[in-house]
C-alpha cells in the first residue's frame, strides 16, 4: 500500500542477515533450537521479539561509538583545514614584497634542513650538501663550490649558503625588475611569480595530504588489535602528516621558483 493508507505492516527478518549474525550471536541460534523449527518457517515468540530489541540496542550502540570516532576524526581534519585556509588567505592578500620576504623564509628553512640532513656529529658532508643544494638551486651550482664549505661546522655551512642563495635571488629581482623597467611593467614580477607557485604548491600539496589521511584512517584501524588506541594514534600521525605536508610545501615552492629563474 501506500503511505498513509489504512492497514497494518509486517517485517520479516532473516536469521541469516548480517545484523543477527554479528549482534545477535549464539542467543539467536539458541531460540531457533529450542523451537526445533525447520529453516522455511516463521518464527514469531516474544523470546525473539526481545532478542531483536537487543539486538538494536547493540546496533545503535555500536554507530553511536562510530559517529563519535568520525566526529573525533573530524575535528583534527578541521583544525588543520583551518589553518591551511588561514595560511593561504595570508598568502593571496600578500604584497610583492611580502611575498619575496616568504620566499626568502623558505630558502633558508630549506637550506639549514639539507645541511642539517647531511650532517653527521657535526661534521658536514660538504659534497652531498652542495649537490642537494644545487638541485633546489640551479643558479647556485657554477658559483659554489664543495670547497667553499669544506671543513665548517653546520652554523657556518648554513650561513655561507644562505648568504650566496640570497645574494643571487636579489641580483635576479634586480636584473627581471630592469627588464620589467624596459618593457613598461610594474616591478616586483619575482613576487609575483613567487606568490602564484606557493599558492598552487600549497593546492597540489594539500590534495595530497588528504588522501594520505584517508589512508591513515583505514591503516590506525589495525592497532586496534594491537592493544593500541586508534583515535591516539591517529591524532598523533596526522600530526606528523602536518609538518611534512608544510616541508613538502616550502619545498615544492621552492624548487619550482628556482627552476623558473634558471631558464
Given amino acids: 500500500g501506500r503511505q498513509g493508507d489504512p492497514g497494518t505492516s509486517r517485517f520479516f527478518l532473516s536469521f541469516e542477515d548480517d545484523m543477527f549474525v554479528i549482534f545477535g550471536g549464539d542467543s539467536l541460534k539458541d531460540i531457533l533450537k529450542m523451537f526445533r523449527v525447520s529453516d522455511d518457517m516463521p518464527v514469531e515468540a516474544p523470546q525473539v521479539a526481545d532478542a531483536l530489541d537487543k539486538v538494536q540496542r547493540a546496533v545503535e550502540e555500536k554507530y553511536r561509538e562510530i559517529r563519535g570516532e568520525i566526529f573525533k576524526v573530524d575535528e583534527v581534519l578541521n583544525d588543520q583545514r583551518k589553518a591551511i585556509y588561514t595560511r593561504r588567505r595570508q598568502i593571496l592578500n600578500s604584497s610583492d614584497e611580502e611575498s619575496i620576504a616568504l620566499m626568502k623564509e623558505y630558502n633558508n628553512g630549506l637550506i639549514k634542513d639539507i645541511v642539517n640532513a647531511q650532517s653527521e656529529k657535526g661534521k658536514v658532508n660538504a659534497e652531498k650538501v652542495v649537490e642537494k643544494v644545487s638541485q633546489f638551486f640551479p643558479l647556485v651550482a657554477p658559483v659554489v663550490r664543495a670547497s667553499d664549505i669544506e671543513g665548517m661546522n653546520e652554523s657556518g655551512a648554513i650561513e655561507f649558503l644562505s648568504v650566496a642563495v640570497d645574494e643571487l635571488f636579489n641580483q635576479k629581482a634586480a636584473a ?16 609575483r611569480s613567487a606568490r602564484y607557485i606557493t599558492l598552487v604548491t600549497m593546492d597540489n600539496a594539500w590534495s595530497d595530504h588528504l588522501q594520505s ?9 589495525v592497532r586496534k588489535f594491537e592493544g593500541r588506541d586508534p583515535m591516539q594514534e591517529y591524532t598523533r600521525d596526522a600530526f606528523g602528516l602536518f609538518r611534512n605536508l608544510e616541508d613538502n610545501m616550502r619545498n615544492n615552492a621552492v624548487f619550482s621558483l628556482w627552476q623558473s629563474l634558471a631558464q
Fill in 213 to 221: 589521511l584517508e589512508n591513515l584512517k583505514e591503516a590506525v584501524v
Fill in 176 to 191: 627581471l625588475d630592469e627588464k620589467a623597467q624596459a618593457a613598461g611593467k610594474p616591478p616586483k614580477s619575482i613576487g
